[in-house]
Nanobody
Framework: VQLQASGGGLVQAGSSLRLSCAAS????????TGWFRQAPGKEREFVAA????????YYSDSVKGRFTISRTNAKDTVYLQMNFLEPEDTAVYSC?????????????????????WGQGTQVTVSS
C-alpha cells in the first residue's frame, strides 16, 4: 500500500489543521494506521493510531484532548484533526500502516509495528 500525507502548513498557536493520509494499492480498510511526528533534532514520536475497523483509537499524552484521528475507509483515508495547536507541535508528520498490526496502545504506538510509511508533511506552529 502507498501512503500520501498532506494538509500541513504554517499556522498560529491556537489554530487548527487537518492532516490526511490517503492510501492506494490495497484495501486500506484492512490496515491499522498511525501518525508519528519528528521535530528538528528530536527522535520521531508517536502521535495517534486507529485500528482497521476504526473502533479503537490511541493518543499520546501530549496530544490527547486536542487531536482526533479518524478514518473513512470508503475514501481510503485517515485523518488527523489537530486543534489548539501549540508551537511544540511543530514537526514533520508522517502516517504509517500495517495490515497485520497488533492491537493496543503499546503496540500501535511503536514504529516497528508498521510496515508501510508515507512521506511527511510539515506542520509549523508559530507563537
Amino acid at each position: 500500500v502507498q501512503l500520501q500525507a498532506s494538509g500541513g502548513g504554517l499556522v498560529q498557536a491556537g489554530s487548527s489543521l487537518r492532516l490526511s493520509c490517503a492510501a492506494s494499492g490495497r484495501t486500506f480498510s484492512n490496515y491499522a494506521t498511525g501518525w508519528f511526528r519528528q521535530a528538528p533534532g528530536k527522535e520521531r514520536e508517536f502521535v495517534a493510531a486507529i485500528t482497521s475497523s476504526g473502533l479503537s483509537t490511541y493518543y499520546s499524552d501530549s496530544v490527547k484532548g486536542r487531536f482526533t484521528i479518524s478514518r473513512t475507509n470508503a475514501k481510503d483515508t485517515v485523518y488527523l484533526q489537530m486543534n489548539f495547536l501549540e508551537p511544540e507541535d511543530t514537526a514533520v508528520y508522517s502516517c504509517a500502516a500495517d495490515r497485520d498490526a497488533c492491537t493496543g496502545y503499546k503496540c500501535l504506538s511503536t514504529e516497528r509495528s508498521y510496515e508501510y510509511w508515507g512521506q511527511g508533511t510539515q506542520v509549523t506552529v508559530s507563537s
